[in-house]
Nanobody, 124 residues
Framework: LVSLAESGGGSVEAGRSLRLSCVAS????????MGWFRQAPGKKREGVAS?????????WYADSVKDRFTISQATIENTVYLHMNSLKPDDTAVYYC????????????????WGEGTQVTVTS
C-alpha cells in the first residue's frame, strides 16, 4: 500500500520561510509525479507545485506561489520538498502531498495517492 508522509508544517510570521518534506513508501518517484496541494478553510483544494521525477525535474507552479516557492526532489529517496519563502497569511492552509503514476504532473491530473496533510499557519 502506497503511503505519503508529510512533515515540516508549523506556524510562522509573515515573510519567514518553511520547508515541507514528503517521503513516499511503495511508490517510485522516478518517471512519475509528486506534488503539493493545499486547502484553506472554506476554500477548495488547489495545486501548489508538482514535479516529474527524472533528471530534468520539470516543475509546475500555481501563479500565486511562483518566485516564492520551490519544489525539489531527492529521487533515489522518493522524497520531494517544498521550500516556501516570503510566506503570506494567504498561504495558511493544510498542505497535502500527492503522487501519481505517469508523466502528466499538471494539477488537474488524477493524483491517486495522498498524504494526510500538514498544517501551515502564517501570522501577520
Amino acid at each position: 500500500l502506497v503511503s505519503l508522509a508529510e512533515s515540516g508544517g508549523g506556524s510562522v510570521e509573515a515573510g519567514r520561510s518553511l520547508r515541507l518534506s514528503c517521503v513516499a513508501s511503495r511508490f517510485t518517484l522516478r518517471n512519475n509525479c509528486m506534488g503539493w496541494f493545499r486547502q484553506a478553510p472554506g476554500k477548495k483544494r488547489e495545486g501548489v507545485a508538482s514535479i516529474y521525477g527524472d533528471r530534468n525535474g520539470r516543475t509546475w507552479y500555481a501563479d500565486s506561489v511562483k518566485d516564492r516557492f520551490t519544489i525539489s526532489q531527492a529521487t533515489i529517496e522518493n522524497t520531494v520538498y517544498l521550500h516556501m519563502n516570503s510566506l503570506k497569511p494567504d498561504d495558511t492552509a493544510v498542505y497535502y502531498c500527492a503522487a501519481r503514476v505517469g508523466s502528466d504532473c499538471a494539477f488537474i491530473a488524477d493524483y491517486r495517492f495522498w498524504g494526510e496533510g500538514t498544517q501551515v499557519t502564517v501570522t501577520s
